[in-house]
Nanobody, 114 residues
Framework: VQLQASGGGLVQAGGSLRLSCAAS????????MSWFRQAPGKQREWVAS???????KYRDSVKGRFTISRDNAKNTLYLQMNSLKFEDTGLYYC?????????WGQGTQVTVSS
């Protein structure tokens, strides 16, 4: 499985961005798809997940502001980010698993100016 993330950029606080993650390869084997982020000097943290079965999940700090969605026809995962805050700044990664291993895409930078 290969993952290609895009959509990052520079935005003012309160603004919005939509990240995309295009999947290719053995797509039928994918279970959960997720977004993670890593701020400068901090560890990578989980942001949101979209399982094959079940409900979407979000870390508390983004609930009500971020929406994860998945277009199976386009093999693409999205993260709509609204009401962005300075602390949302970081390198955003998409990831997925197929039940036996995790796959990671390259990051896309999100910078929120205060």
């Amino acid at each position: 499985v290969q993952l290609q993330a895009s959509g990052g950029g520079l935005v003012q606080a309160g603004g919005s961005l939509r990240l995309s993650c295009a999947a290719s390869g053995s797509i039928s084997s994918i279970n959960t798809m997720s977004w993670f982020r890593q701020a400068p000097g901090k560890q990578r943290e989980w942001v949101a997940s979209f399982p094959r079965v079940g409900s979407t999940k979000y870390r508390d700090s983004v609930k009500g502001r971020f929406t994860i969605s998945r277009d199976n026809a386009k093999n693409t995962l999205y993260l709509q980010m609204n009401s962005l805050k300075f602390e949302d700044t970081g390198l955003y990664y998409c990831a997925c698993n197929d039940g036996s291993r995790d796959y990671w895409g390259q990051g896309t930078q999100v910078t929120v100016s205060s």
